[in-house]
């Protein structure tokens, strides 16, 4: 078990005031079998209603708005963590986990991948390690070279990719394999940014792996929100009426206690 200090902290600035600015934030880690959540607060500026939900994945996220005219959004969120992996539960797998979306798809480079790695015969967890191994050795990691709507197919053809694009190809390799696996965006020890991994299925626990440290996911790990691709686990969705050119910054941190 690890002890964590996090904080989370993303500031937008706008080029000109907007308004009536509508929000969804997944940038709370929350306690379950693996993670025990204290002392955290959240900050969220400006928000005229502020509200916590649970997602269809099972995620909670806070929802809001901000009406008046500004040309600033930030929020903070600051805590400390009780994690231990060793502690994790069984669940009931969702079906939905099995199968590709349009960012995991069966594309032609997944194929291929699959088969110049044949798997070995093995469990699960091993046949995902195995798969994240090999994928570590064959991308780089490039950051610019990719956008939130390249395929996990696309970001293996190149072979170059950020944590994103790592996650996602690893999930589309396993689901082919037919090992169900879900995406995971999170925050990881050190300084810097959010972070994205992979978690898979097997005897009816769900075990995370970073293919884009080729490492297995452990107490220094904490999971904001989980979900088939990218697109169900953005950390910041949000509308809002005006014209305006955005600017944003981030700051992670997460230390042990």
Known sequence: MRHLRFQYCMKLRFESPVREHVFALRCVPHTDSVQRMENVSRFVYPADSLTEVKDGFGNWKLTGC??????????????????????????????????????????????????????????????????????????????GTTDIRT?????????????????QILAALCRRSGIPARYVTGLM????????????????????LDPTNDLLVDDLYLKLAHGR?????????GVFCGNARQEQSIYVNVEEI
């Open 189 to 208: 020890i050190g300084e810097g940014f959010s972070h994205a991994w992979t978690e898979i299925y097997d005897r009816d626990r769900w075990l995370g």
């Open 229 to 237: 691709d990218y697109r169900d686990c953005i950390v910041d969705r």
């Open 66 to 143: 901000a009406r008046g005219p500004h040309s600033e959004f930030a929020y903070e969120v600051k805590g400390e963590a009780f994690v231990d992996h060793a502690a994790v539960q069984p669940e009931e797998l969702h079906g939905m986990y099995r199968y590709p979306t349009e960012l995991t798809g069966y594309d032609v480079s997944i194929e291929e991948f699959l088969k110049r790695y044949p798997l070995p015969e093995a469990d699960a967890y091993k046949k995902a390690q195995y798969l994240m191994h090999a994928l570590y050795a064959y991308m780089s990691y490039v950051p």
């Open 151 to 167: 395929t996990a197919g696309e970001a293996l053809r190149q072979k170059k990719g950020v944590c994103q694009d790592y996650a």
